[in-house]
């Protein structure tokens, strides 16, 4: 009788932990990196640039855009020279948008060519039949400006973010002012909460 009463506990804590795993399932990190490589390096191609470097490695994926004749004062508005870089290991999975699919964020980030700034950011992809499409983006901090963010956690359609961001006096190395912000999904853009 114990023997078949601890088999029906073990089962029953069996069941449960699978429920657990369906309730919490994770995305799929490769397919979620060829779209945003698709969707962040493809349209970039388009444009006529002079040299294209790809390259990747176990935490990034990197495309460097050079102009031809290397000139610093080349119209960067017209032509975005510079890398552009993903982050194989900022992807976060969640349901984003409360339609039970899991969504995920990306940390993706550009650097000029000839300067020394650069912008970060989460690309905010949502899960449409286990196809994902770039809706928007969190702005995750640029040199010597908007604070610099990493994810804390994603729970009940928040994304809870932390980081440091710039006090008068601080030096574009060392942002030193301590925050804490949230954000949503609304109607397909990010909205911070105050």
Do not use: W
Not at 18 to 41: A, P, R, Y
Not at 42 to 61: H, M, P, Q, Y
Not at 97 to 119: C, E, H, K, R, T
């Amino acid at each position: 009788m114990k023997n078949v009463i601890f088999f029906a506990i073990v089962l029953f804590i069996a069941s449960c932990s699978e429920l657990g795993q369906k309730h919490h399932q994770k995305g799929d990190t490769t397919k979620v990196l060829n779209v945003v490589k698709s969707i962040h390096f493809a349209s970039l191609k388009e444009s006529s640039f002079g040299k294209v470097d790809l390259s990747e490695n176990d935490s990034t994926i990197e495309a460097n855009y050079l102009p031809s004749n290397f000139d610093v004062n080349v119209d960067s508005l017209e032509r975005p020279f510079g890398t552009y870089t993903v982050f194989k290991k900022q992807v976060y999975f969640a349901d984003l948008n409360d339609d039970d699919m899991i969504d995920a964020l990306v940390g993706l980030s550009f650097s000029p060519y000839g300067g020394n700034g650069f912008q970060s950011y989460f690309g905010v992809l949502i899960n449409k039949n286990n196809d994902y499409f770039l809706v928007d983006s969190l702005n995750a901090g640029s040199h010597c400006g908007e604070p610099i963010l990493k994810v804390d956690s994603i729970s009940n359609l928040m994304i809870y973010v932390s980081g440091l961001a710039y006090r008068h006096n601080d030096s574009c190395c060392c942002p030193t002012e301590p925050i804490k912000r949230q954000y949503v999904l609304k109607k397909n853009k990010v909205l911070m909460l105050q």
